[in-house]
């Protein structure tokens, strides 16, 4: 019941993640304009990689390090403490550098700066303390009061391109207040700490191994955009941007489920519990590929018609991105389960480097020759690839802990559900013109199909459902 507690607070939390660029992508693009759009993306995906720099993979590490002794006040106190010095050595070590760099490079100089505020915040990021401790609600909550602000704020203030600075601000901000917000929690969490007892730097090591694979698992997520910028224009990254902000929410809705298993999982191996680690791996593979798999067709479907409705006739490439790249969604959760939730759990660092590596490798090896010759379409290609040279990579390191013959067959019920949902939506969205009306019945359609075929299939993710639904109902009659 925990576990899906946690399931429920984090995926309430990607909802949100969801729903903001959602609600706020309309407004942006008309407002600010392909190029202002363009200027974003790129200068985002730059700094990124200092983003990436300042939090070293602390926040992976500490979250599974913090999971281990979630019940010892004074363990995990002494770890967060440690963990802490690493991650504020290393902010600031990526601060310089993102300087040294801004200097040298000369364009979008103002916009850098003000991007870097970004890059200032993961000083005060302590949220995988909390994901390690299991309480979800309090980041949820955090999020939502952040989010909702800030979307309150970019229809107030951002009224033309010439608002692209203060949007950005806007956003930096919201990253910085949020994080120091969680601060005022630990106090009751955690023991002053006693610095003759800290021993800061034995942290750095793994800290360095998480890095690397938190590195290579988002480089070819990141370098996409910097080539497409590179090799195309900004104007095509604000395309694939966009494409980004509709598709990855619904992968970090599916994600949360990978999330609220990371800590489950390791506390399980730290207790030398080796058969229920394994079972919460394949329930957790089928389940969160019955979603994938959903969202994937579904969002193919719709792709086309949806971009120009949504965005504006001016970013009608945006379907075709967006038709590419749903895809990730089933591969990256794949990925996100071997890797993320048991590699990383079991402490296989190696082979979770390997795994990363040779995706990032095919990412940069595919993603130069493919952006040259189709420009976004190419990057786009390049991304899907990747993610799937990943998912292949790690199945292989996971082939003798894990039934995959088992966890491959589960989904077969779920993609016959999701090409006959994708049959249907699909002649829908070519069939008539794009209205919101007609764009939430398509929707509706879709679901309806979806659930009715696994209804039928007896799926698990349907008698999982079925399960929670009577439970709840039978609560409630207790409760009257």
Known sequence: MKILKNFLYSSGNQILI??????????????LGTTAVGINAFTSSIISYFLLMAALGTGAFGSREVAYVQNDKIARSKIFWEINFVQAVTTLVSLIIFVTFNLFYGQYTFFFYLQGINVFAVLFDVSWYFSGRENFKLIMVRNITVRI???????????????LPLYILLYALSNLIG????????????????FKKLRFWRNLKPSLAFFTVSALAQVYQILNKTLIGFFASTTAVGFFSLSDQIIRPFLWLVQALSIVMVPHIAKKFASGDNKGVKSSILRSFNIGSGLSIA?????????INFAPFFFGNKFEK??????????????????????GQYLLSVNRMREAMISFGIGAITSIILGIPLTIAWGVTGGTIATVIAELVVALVSSY??????????????????????????????WMNNQ?????????????????????????????????????????????????
């Not at 602000?149 to 608002?163: E, G, H, N, Q, V």
């Not at 969202?295 to 792709?303: N, P, V, W």
């Open 149 to 163: 602000t800030f979307a309150l704020m970019i229809f107030m203030f951002i009224k033309s391109p010439r608002d």
């Open 397 to 426: 390191f996971v082939r003798k802990d894990i039934d995959l013959f088992t966890a491959f067959l589960g989904l077969i019920k779920y993609i016959f559900a999701g090409l006959v949902m994708f049959i249907i939506v699909f």
């Open 318 to 339: 945006v379907g075709m991105i967006m038709f590419i790249e749903s895809s990730i969604i089933i591969f990256s959760y794949f990925g996100s389960v071997f890797v």
């Open 432 to 480: 008539f013109e794009m209205t919101i009306v007609q764009l939430l019945l398509q929707i509706l359609v879709g679901a309806l199909v979806y659930v009715m075929v696994n209804a039928l299939l007896k799926t698990q993710l349907w008698q999982l459902s079925a399960d929670i639904f009577s439970k709840s109902i039978r609560h409630k009659q207790k409760t009257k």
């Open 18 to 31: 969801m729903l903001i660029p959602i609600v706020t992508a309309p407004y942006i693009t008309r407002t």
């Open 295 to 303: 969202f994937s067709f579904g969002l193919a479907a719709i792709s």
């Open 179 to 194: 994080n120091i917000s969680l601060w005022p929690y630990l106090r009751l969490e955690i023991c002053k700490p006693k």
